[in-house]
């Protein structure tokens, strides 16, 4: 367990107990209040995560933990970012359009402070946030609110915020256990999947890589999550000079990049050189270590939804032909933080 989480799940408890204690302060002041006929309500607030990562930071769950809550009326909800993989907290608008991932905060549009009230009447917007920061939202009437990540898509959620006169289903210890719960289920996955990611590479010839694999998964009935691995799977390969080496990406919902050289500031788009071979892969031939080669955005930017044009089908394969030997570092753009990078050693 990270200490990042450990430290995570004594905030809650503190909270818990803080709660605990709100609710002693509560049912005082009801007994005051019932002589005095004035009984204000305390309004709780409740602790979740946002994402959880493996020590290392190659496995990444992409999850509200948990993803459903029940609440009153009032109460607010501290989200905990717990992750270098960035995360946002957003409630669109029904029907709004989602904004496009780059630039995230193009969000609301914008960002909304800390405590800022969800009613649907208007979007709120955390921004970009990664680990150790902490958004809040208040509920102030009864609703049902669907959670989102900008970021990532299939990251949702589900807040359903109750009137007072009615009973809520949970307490927070029991949010907790579920959030651990979610944690060691979308991690302990990873090896799995690390190993799928290497076998498919390894399946026809040396010379293929796996460009992360991922899984959407479900924890609760509010909402889906993904559970990724952001690695590349036989990230080091060693070929001859001649010899092209391909990237699958064999993530749903994750974007990856492979990328020589120079960092481009926009990921999305494939370098200038890089063209398409006839089965829609795309391909580069590289002759020099410090060539600048960019593959674009390899997986998924987009869901099909009824009553819409379906979209494009989604670019998974980067190809690079090596015309000179040598050592050749590469980086996934997006997660290269995490330690997504490779090398391919081309010898003569
Ligand atoms: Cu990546």
């Known amino acids: 367990m990270s200490r990042i989480c450990d430290r995570k799940v004594k905030n809650m408890r503190k909270t ?11 049912l005082s002041v009801h007994v005051i209040g019932f002589v005095m006929s004035a009984a204000p309500v305390q309004a709780a607030v409740w602790n979740a995560l946002v994402g959880v990562q493996s020590t290392d930071l190659g496995n990444q769950a992409l999850a509200f ?15 905990n970012f717990a992750t270098a993989e960035p995360h946002t907290v957003s409630f669109l608008t029904a029907g709004q359009i989602r904004p496009p991932f780059f630039p995230v905060d193009v969000g609301c549009p914008g960002t909304t402070p800390d405590g800022s009230p969800v009613t649907g009447a208007s979007c709120v917007n955390s921004g970009v946030l990664v680990s150790g920061q902490i958004y809040t939202v208040t509920f102030p009437t009864p609703g049902n609110f669907k959670l989102v990540c900008l970021v990532h898509i299939r990251m949702t959620g589900a807040v359903h915020v109750l009137s007072l006169s009615e009973t809520l289903p949970h307490d927070q210890d029991f949010y907790d256990h579920e959030a651990q719960n979610g944690r060691a289920e979308m991690l302990s996955g990873a090896s799995g999947r690390s190993g799928r990611g290497k076998s498919t590479a390894q399946r026809d010839s040396g010379n293929e890589v796996t460009a992360g694999i991922a899984e ?20 080091k390969t060693t070929v001859h000079v001649g010899d092209t080496v391909e990237w699958t990406n064999l993530g749903p919902t994750v974007n990856h990049t492979v990328t020589f050289g120079m960092e481009p500031g926009n990921l999305i788009p494939p370098s200038a050189g890089v063209t398409v071979d006839s089965d829609g892969a795309r391909h580069a031939v590289i002759g020099s270590p410090t060539d600048n080669v960019n593959s674009g955005f390899l997986g998924v930017a987009t869901q099909d939804r009824v009553g819409l044009a ?26 290269d933080n995490l330690g997504m990078v490779g090398t391919v050693v081309v010898l003569p």
Request: charged residues 10%.
């Open 16 to 26: 818990w107990f803080h709660k605990g204690q709100l609710a002693v302060t509560a």
């Open 65 to 79: 933990l948990p993803s459903e809550l029940w609440i009153h009326a009032g109460d607010s909800i501290a989200w």
């Open 216 to 235: 959407v998964v479900a924890t609760t009935g509010g909402g889906s999550s993904t559970a990724a691995v952001m690695r590349f799977l036989r990230g």
């Open 310 to 335: 379906q979209s494009p089908l989604d670019v998974t394969r980067f190809r690079v032909t090596f015309t000179a030997p040598g050592t050749f570092n590469y980086i996934c753009g997006l997660h």
